[in-house]
């Protein structure tokens, strides 16, 4: 919504007090507000009736709600009014930006558009907004302060306020009919480019090689942390749970962190193909591998650094007229697959790209351990906006959906192979039983439950599962090698292929091929290699293996481990890569191991991008060279930082878990070098040990005698562990009153047994006070069993009908919104005649219908 800065601008100095002379330092709002003080200019009457001038100019350019008009103004009165409540200084107001500025001051007035309807509290929040960045204009310019400390982000506001004037001063030129008819042509690639996917373990017999994205997309949940160092007396950390595909309707521009297989980049498919088909946007769906080395591209060369076909087609200079015009969605999927040290440059890159080019959205994924903290989002990026998400591990529910969609789809695949005549036999019936005793198994086993938490590895848990009639390996080694046997032995025979090629080859010499080419990217620190360099990574292996050089040569066998093994894929017919990143982790661990080549582990177990290949690599060793690998691990590093050589002694603790055998002492060494790392000393130290394992807990003191602060240091550190294990360590804090501590193991429930820990954690912890977490069905059931409770907070995506199901109309008092609703309308809320008190995350989507009688806060 534009309004002229001359307009504007008038109407914001009434909101503030005139400066007596310059500001030296940070000025708190409350203090400059207008209306606020015995010595004060203004009346709170002359914000509400600079709210109606606003309203006013607003509708005549952009039209309004006619009949809802008066009821916006005094939405947006009381709305300005927050700005003399919230405890915020002129520079934390410049730093969050006019979006953020906005969603906070809306959060302190929660409920105040209750009254309007869905199209009026659009107007409402959008013309916030834009009062939003004339205030924040006001202030910069105000304040050389502002303009020395900030002055990135006062240019980018400067930057927002010229195009508002421009565009407002000026209808949108008209596309012209190349650019039109090349964009639609270009949104139709998209979606035949993004609307299929590969389901890791439905591409062997029986299957096709992919799947519709609609029938197999799983909507999972991100997670947005807030609030640092140790909660308070409340124990009120803010924790934010959103569906992931609307998460950008929330935030313009998201880094979103995801593990391995956790679904970043089918999550990254369904915006574009979702953002194609809308038409509202344009997707650039940008796979950081495929620009790796070279650095994040200019525009104009955008879509030849992805190898899009359509490259040659674009009518020149389109992709500049499309981020000019704000409409683009930068998707820019894997930025962990950069080298480490081009990461900053790649990222500088698209800083200056995104300041440029203001009004686009963007998606950043990577694995969690890839980029610091703030990597986007402290000081040094704030202008770009960034906020920080991070993938939610399946939940139960979620878990059990994908099951059961899983065979859904194996059923379906078998009716459409019957009637092709294949020759190998359906087992639909067998299909019923494979699916139930799996879901049985989950619920049962600790192992399967730990491994069933993202779409990759639950497609191989239901894949194995299938495979081996209902029998499955235990633990990840054993997984990762029962799915190479199918995809390397098995694959073909089973799918009646047998005479694709000239070549045959059993499965070992095709994974030791295959870890040629993992390792080389491994050493290279590449996510992929140019067709020419995987050829000839081949051909210098084949001297020393005379039964693959037999076949052929390094082309031949390459194209043979291309289109046979389903391990490799070649995007753009220029270079190769592996299906999963996870794969190619798991072979370059076992050549690291075939090699001998430890001491290069040693050199890089401080990196976290390592962290797979080191713990594979100890699972694939012996136990002589597990040992002496430990021993090297745990020695003097002087070339390495204190938190480096830290993060590797930590690494070494982590590798017990993976290892079948190993001498005693080794293990009592690891142990007395690392004890004294698992003492946190604050919240985030504690939080950063859960990678570590089941070994913490281990080397955790006895928490029935420390001081409540230093106990909940340890509750933290021992939630982290995931593991049942860790409940016999909890069990000794569920009597502590400090409501902190009562918090932390309310709110950790779901990484742990649903019915054990409800038993023997939150049947004792005390009520008084605590909001219970939920995060699924099972959960909620749990706790209604319990007796329920009367603060509960929703902590997991549920519907409507689950909630109505699982919340204890008698005892619920006061009910804490802290996932994303399914549906904003919560006029279900009056079928609990106790409820006092709806508090609302202020992250997440507005609600609308509470009953009367409930007070909603935020």
């Keep these: 919504m534009r309004i002229p800065s001359a307009q504007a601008a008038p109407l914001v100095q009434r909101l503030l007090r005139p400066p007596h002379r310059p500001p030296a330092g940070p000025e708190p709002l409350p203090a400059l507000a207008a209306w606020r003080g015995p010595d004060a200019p203004g009346t709170a009457d002359d914000v509400h009736r600079a709210a109606a001038e606003f309203v006013q100019l607003a509708a005549e350019r952009h039209g309004a709600p006619t009949a809802e008009v008066p009821a916006v103004v005094d939405v947006l009165a009381r709305t300005l009014l927050a700005v003399a409540e919230i405890d915020l200084t002129d520079a934390d107001a410049v730093r969050l930006g006019p979006q953020d500025y906005a969603r906070r001051l809306r959060g302190a007035v929660q409920g105040a558009d209750r009254a309007l309807s869905p199209d009026a509290a659009w107007f409402h929040d959008a013309l916030l907004v834009s009062v939003c960045l004339h205030l924040l204009d006001h202030l910069v310019r105000r304040s050389p302060h502002l303009q020395r400390r900030l002055p990135e982000r006062a240019s980018r506001i400067r930057q927002l306020v010229d195009v508002n004037d421009t565009e407002a001063a000026a209808r949108p030129s008209e596309r012209s009919r190349e650019d039109t008819d090349f964009e639609a042509a270009y ?349 000839g990574i081949l051909d210098e292996a084949l001297p020393a293996m005379p039964v693959a050089r037999a076949q052929g040569d390094g082309e031949t066998l390459f194209r043979h481990l291309l289109h046979r093994t389903g391990l490799l894929r070649e995007p753009a017919g220029e270079s190769v890569d592996f299906v999963h990143r996870t794969f190619q982790d798991y072979l370059a661990a076992k050549e690291v191991v075939a090699r001998g080549r430890f001491p290069t582990l040693v050199d890089h177990a401080h990196q976290p991008e390592w962290e797979e290949v080191v713990r594979m690599a100890v699972a694939h060793a012996r136990p002589d060279e597990c040992g002496r690998f430990l021993e090297q691990l745990l020695s003097a590093a002087p070339s390495l930082r204190r938190p480096q050589i830290n993060h590797r002694r930590l690494m070494a603790a982590a590798c017990l878990e993976h290892v079948a055998e190993l001498d005693p002492e080794v293990r009592r060494l690891v142990h007395d070098r690392t004890k004294n790392l698992v003492r946190p000393t604050n919240e985030l130290a504690a939080r950063g040990l859960g990678w570590v394992g089941p070994i913490v807990l281990e080397l955790l003191p006895d928490p029935e005698p420390q001081d409540d602060r230093q106990a909940l240091l340890l509750a933290i550190t021992a939630t982290q562990i995931r593991d049942d294990a860790a409940i016999d360590y909890l069990v000794r804090l569920r009597d502590r009153s400090s409501l902190p501590i009562r918090t932390e193991l309310a709110r950790c429930w779901r990484h742990f047994d649903t019915e054990r820990y409800a038993q023997e954690i939150i049947g004792h912890l005390d009520p008084d006070g605590l909001y219970f977490s939920v995060t699924d069905t099972a959960e909620l059931a749990a706790l209604r069993d319990l007796g329920g409770r009367p603060r509960i907070q929703v902590a997991g995506v549920m519907r409507t009908r689950e909630l109505l199901a699982g919340l204890d109309a008698e005892q619920l008092t006061h009910l804490w919104l802290n996932a994303e609703l399914t549906d904003p309308d919560v006029s279900w809320l009056s079928g609990f005649p106790r409820l006092r008190v709806l508090r609302v995350n202020p992250r997440l989507p507005r609600v609308r219908n509470v009953p009367e009688g409930v007070e909603i806060t935020s």
């Design 187 to 535: 949104a139709e690639s998209v979606i035949r480019q993004h609307s299929w996917l590969t389901i890791v373990g439905v591409d062997f017999p029986n299957a096709p090689d992919r799947w519709p994205l609609e029938e197999t997309y799983l909507s999972l949940a991100v997670e947005e942390h807030s609030g640092r160092g140790l909660p308070g007396d409340t124990g009120d950390e803010q924790h934010t749970v959103l569906l992931a595909d609307r998460a950008l309707e929330s935030h313009e521009r998201i880094l979103l962190r995801g593990d391995a297989g956790s679904g970043k980049t089918t999550l990254v498919q369904w915006l574009a193909v979702a953002t194609a088909r809308a038409g509202s946007r344009v997707p650039f769906v940008l796979p950081v591998r495929r620009f790796a080395r070279e650095g994040f591209p200019a525009p104009d060369d955008l879509l030849h650094a992805i190898r899009h076909p359509l490259a040659g087609r674009a009518p020149e200079g389109w992709v500049v007229r499309t981020l000019l015009s704000g409409r683009a969605l930068l998707l820019v999927d894997g930025i962990d697959e950069a080298p480490e040290k081009t990461r900053g440059e790649l990222r500088d890159r698209l800083r200056r790209l995104l300041r440029i080019f203001s009004g686009n959205g963007c998606l950043v994924t990577s694995r969690p351990s890839a980029v610091e903290d703030g990597w986007l989002s402290e000081e040094r990026l704030t202008e770009e906006g960034f906020v920080e998400l991070s993938l939610a591990p399946m939940s139960r529910d979620q878990v059990t959906r994908f099951v059961r969609d899983w065979h859904s789809a194996a059923r379906r695949d078998e009716l459409g192979s019957a009637a092709g005549h294949r020759t190998t036999p359906p087992d639909g019936g067998r299909l019923d039983e494979y699916e139930e005793r799996l879901l049985h198994s989950v619920r049962l086993y600790r192992e399967l439950r730990q491994l069933a938490t993202n779409p990759l590895m639950c497609g191989l848990i239901c894949a194995l599962n299938r495979d081996r009639a209902g029998s499955l390996p235990q633990g990840r080694k054993e997984l990762y090698d029962a799915a190479l046997e199918m995809l390397l032995q098995r694959r073909d025979p089973e799918r009646d292929v047998l005479y694709a090629d000239d070549v045959r080859l059993q499965q070992g010499t095709r994974e030791r091929l295959l870890q040629k080419l993992a390792h080389a990217m491994l050493e290279e620190g590449a996510s992929e290699l140019p067709r020419q360099r995987a050829v």
